[in-house]
């Protein structure tokens, strides 16, 4: 049975104060029947672990570089992100795909080392509008799938977030017979590539502009196994209410 996860990307967003959101967050999920992420930015990851401990809620990073060490100045180590305290790290998020113009073989380069450091690793994928409109959805996501996930990854280790890059922060969201399609989609390659057991026990994540008013209908779909929240994160009063309807889904 994949426990479900609600994970929250608070992407170049929070200082200090912040991190009131996250204790806010704790005391209404005190005992949760899902796993519960914050993946702040890197100058939070210590403070939020220590704001966490003794709570449910797992604190992760927002990316980690290929490498363990070395002259890579502003960017931040696997090793780094596990020493800080956090447990998972996400990796090739449309963002970093685009701004930083990420291809596959980097992020999973990144997803390799962040595994073999002992973080869960959420590898993202996702189409543009161009390419949903060009019926290109499939192939677009089954070759980030087969690029971007290493051999090595297991349903303790791998976790992946669908994230069609139109929907993000934009409001617009897939029908649910579309985010069915592709969740399905990638079930079958997981499983057809690392096996019914290792296929069936990775956690598949929709991301893209899921609030408290479209997240029960989302969670239902299945093959859906939780969210990776952007904005919606950021506040307590929304991010509960996601977990919520995840929790309800169970």
């Known amino acids: 049975m994949r426990r479900k996860l609600a994970a929250g990307n608070w992407k170049m967003n929070g200082t200090g104060a912040s991190l009131d959101e996250l204790t806010t967050l704790a005391r209404a999920h ?5 796993d519960i992420l914050i993946c702040p930015p890197a100058t939070l990851i210590h403070s939020a672990v220590k704001v966490a401990s003794d709570t449910a809620i797992h604190i992760g990073g927002q990316d980690c570089h290929a490498d363990q060490k070395g002259a890579h100045t502003g960017d931040i180590s696997a090793e780094m992100i ?11 998020h449309s963002e970093r795909r685009q701004d930083h113009n990420e291809q596959n073989e980097n992020v999973r380069a990144k997803a390799r080392i962040a595994m073999d450091t002992g973080l869960t690793t959420i590898v993202c994928l996702g189409e543009s509008l161009t390419e949903r409109e060009a019926a290109n959805t499939l192939d677009i996501t089954g070759g980030q799938l087969s690029g971007s996930v290493p051999d090595a990854a297991t349903g303790h280790n791998l976790v992946i977030a669908y994230e069609p890059i139109w929907a993000i922060g934009t409001g617009m969201v897939p029908s649910l017979g579309q985010i069915g399609e592709v969740h399905d989609f990638i079930r079958a390659r997981l499983e057809r590539r690392f096996g019914p057991g290792v296929g069936r026990s990775v956690r598949i994540l929709y991301g893209g502009s899921v609030n408290p008013g479209n997240a029960a209908d989302i ?32």
């Open 30 to 34: 005190p005992t949760p029947t899902s």
């Open 219 to 250: 969670f239902d779909v299945p093959n859906v196994d939780g969210a990776l929240v952007g904005g919606a994160s950021l506040k307590s009063a929304d991010f509960s209410a996601i977990i919520t309807a995840l929790e309800a889904s169970i």
């Open 82 to 92: 596990k020493d800080a305290g956090a447990t998972y790290v996400i990796v090739g």
